[in-house]
């Protein structure tokens, strides 16, 4: 059974920090990962999807990284905007269903 | 290109009644997908639907059903709402089945009193 999750559940930091989000997971037959963006009280707003094929995927100022023999995946902000606060969740997808699994998500504070 | 959309936006209910919660897909999505989201905690599968089949279920009731229609939107069905059944549900739609990009929607927000 996979079981994903996500150390802190809360996080602060000053603007322009540039700061990595650690997600883990426990089964390594995973087919892919994503990371979505969430909003209070909104749905979520698809990130970054990693194929299991791959290592990294790339959009503006975010970088995800997926290291499936060590069940992790890194989401990496590079100069943080109060914008950028928010919950950040990812989700693994292992074909067991055809559902994903996701962490209880770390929710960022930007400070100004 | 429209997105997903979900209705109603906001759902309030008594124990023991009956809610059915709508959505459709993005355009060219022939998969859905049901998540509930307890406040605090991650989205959970509910079930997923491909061209009209059900095609896969988490661990939730009988009393959680859906249906897919040949233009792909979708409905969740709840009844004998408890209050545990309080929560965010969220469609999402993809491509295909399998391990492709979900979209999801904006959320039906239900509180059970």
């Known amino acids: 059974k996979q079981e994903v999750t996500q150390i802190p559940a809360a996080l602060s930091v000053p603007e322009g920090e540039n700061l990595v989000l650690n997600c883990s997971f426990t089964d390594s037959a995973i087919y892919n990962l994503q990371w979505f963006r969430q909003d209070p009280g909104k749905g979520l707003t698809s990130l970054l999807l990693i194929q299991s094929s791959q290592r990294e995927q790339t959009s503006g100022r975010l970088n995800a990284s997926l290291d499936k023999s060590s069940g992790r995946s890194t989401l990496y902000i590079a100069a943080s905007q109060p914008g950028d606060s928010a919950t950040y969740l990812c989700a693994g997808y292992t074909g067991a269903n055809s559902k994903l699994t996701f962490g209880k998500g770390i929710t960022l504070s930007v400070r100004p | 290109e429209t997105g997903v959309t979900q209705s109603p936006t906001h759902l309030i209910k008594t124990r023991g009644q009956q809610v059915t919660l709508r959505c459709s897909s993005q355009?060219?999505?022939?998969?859905v997908s049901w998540y509930q989201q307890a406040l605090g905690q991650g989205p959970q599968f509910i079930f997923q639907y491909y061209r009209e089949e059900e095609n896969g279920r988490g661990n939730f009731p009988p009393r959680f059903s859906g249906l897919q229609f040949p233009n792909y939107s979708s409905e969740l069905n709840v009844n004998a709402l408890e209050l545990d059944d309080s929560a965010l549900y969220l469609c999402a739609s993809s491509l295909a089945v399998g391990p492709d990009t979900q979209y999801f929607g904006p959320g039906t927000r239900l509180t059970v009193l």
């Open positions: 355009s060219g999505h022939n998969t």
